[in-house]
């Protein structure tokens, strides 16, 4: 079975320039998030969806980053202008909601991005 | 709010020697905790999980023992390999999303 598919796997891109990252859950998992993974800070949730609708966006950095789920087996996450800060490994991971959530999330390998 | 606490890296280790990693926590009710690891250039990936006290998570040679009155869940292992050389995220799920420490990054050198 695929797993949760991410691309681009790298991205590197000039400061102002908008970057859409997309990621593909597992077929038949309704929850989906959007980490932010830094040397500084560790492992941050940005904003999470059940069933294709945002549950939790308290956090997302600021007003430049936004996300989507247009259905059920896609999802973006746009920075726009982007920002050398920005510069880190966005992972996105995918799970059963409600009572069948174990608790177990599933990871994608991630999107390396960085801002010059 | 929730939150997790673990030991800070880097650790290197020789083949076959023993591993402990500690995480503590504090959350409200009952969570379930777990431990995550992610090899270089890969994602997360659950190694192993407790839903409540006293329970023990293993997996792959790895332990780890819900313990309540110490609120920990510590991660131990009897002989390192190279291979086991990866970053380990200690993890708890209560009611809202999973929230995981900083990761401490392992380094088994034979």
């Known amino acids: 079975d695929a797993g949760v598919i991410q691309s681009p796997r790298h991205e590197v891109t000039e400061m102002g320039q908008e970057v859409t990252l997309r990621c593909k859950p597992i077929?038949?998992?309704?929850?989906l998030f959007w980490y932010r993974q830094t040397m500084m800070r560790g492992l941050e949730l940005l904003i999470y969806?059940?069933?294709?609708?945002?549950?939790?966006d308290s956090g997302m950095p600021e007003d430049r980053f936004s996300a989507k789920m247009p259905n059920a087996s896609f999802s973006t996450l746009k920075i726009q202008p982007s920002e050398p800060r920005d510069s880190a490994v966005y992972f996105c991971?995918?799970?059963?909601?409600?009572?069948?959530?174990?608790?177990?999330?599933?990871f994608g390998e991630g999107s390396r991005l960085t801002v010059l | 709010g929730n939150s997790v606490t673990q030991m800070e890296g880097p650790v290197t280790l020789s083949e076959e020697a023993f591993l402990t990693i500690n995480c503590t926590y504090t959350?409200?009710?009952?969570?379930?905790l777990f431990w995550y690891v992610q090899y270089p250039g890969e994602g997360l990936q659950l190694l192993l999980k407790?839903?409540?006290?006293?329970d023990k998570g293993s997996n792959k040679g790895f332990e780890a023992t819900y313990r309540k009155e110490t609120t920990s869940f510590h991660l131990e292992k009897g002989s390192v390999q190279v291979s086991d050389s990866a970053v380990y995220f200690c993890a708890l799920k209560g009611n809202t999303p999973l929230v995981f420490g900083k990761g401490t990054r392992l380094s088994v050198i034979a």
């Open positions: 959350a409200t009710g009952y969570p379930s």
């Open positions: 077929s038949g998992h309704n929850s």
């Open positions: 407790a839903t409540k006290a006293d």
């Open positions: 969806f059940n069933n294709n609708v945002p549950i939790d």
């Open positions: 991971a995918s799970s059963l909601a409600g009572l069948a959530n174990t608790g177990e999330l599933f």
